[in-house]
Nanobody, 129 residues
Framework: VQLVESGGGLVQAGGSLRLSCAAS????????IGWFRQAPGEEREGVSC????????YYADSVKGRFTISSDNAKNTVYLQMNSLKPEDTAVYYC???????????????????????WGQGTQVTVSS
């Protein structure tokens, strides 16, 4: 399993970025893909996840209405469209993947080590005020 994130960068508050997570080495449709972030000195935070089999999505309350996760199964790529960015969104963003061994729900975002076994290297997102 290989996950490669891209699309991070520096943006002003109120701006937008789209992150990509290119996946390889596994049957994409069978997996749940999640986005997580970690700011310096902070705990890792679940942002959003999607079940590739049916496209069901889940979001953390902190990003609901501003971020949109989507999946292009033909390209084995998951995207995270981030709009109305705030300085507090600044973090390294990671994508993660696994076969869902349980019913997928928001609890996948709060228990990343339990539900996600494969991780990318991360991409930095910096939002200036």
């Amino acid at each position: 399993v290989q996950l490669v994130e891209s699309g991070g960068g520096l943006v002003q508050a109120g701006g937008s970025l789209r992150l990509s997570c290119a996946a390889s080495g596994f049957t994409f449709d069978d997996y749940v893909i999640g986005w997580f972030r970690q700011a310096p000195g902070e705990e890792r935070e679940g942002v959003s996840c999607i079940t590739n089999s049916d496209g069901t999505t889940y979001y953390a309350d902190s990003v609901k209405g501003r971020f949109t996760i989507s999946s292009d199964n033909a390209k084995n790529t998951v995207y995270l469209q981030m709009n109305s960015l705030k300085p507090e969104d600044t973090a390294v963003y990671y994508c993660a993947a696994d076969i869902p061994g349980a019913t997928v729900g928001n609890w996948f975002l709060s228990n990343p080590d339990r539900y996600f076994g494969s991780w990318g290297q991360g991409t930095q997102v910096t939002v200036s005020s």
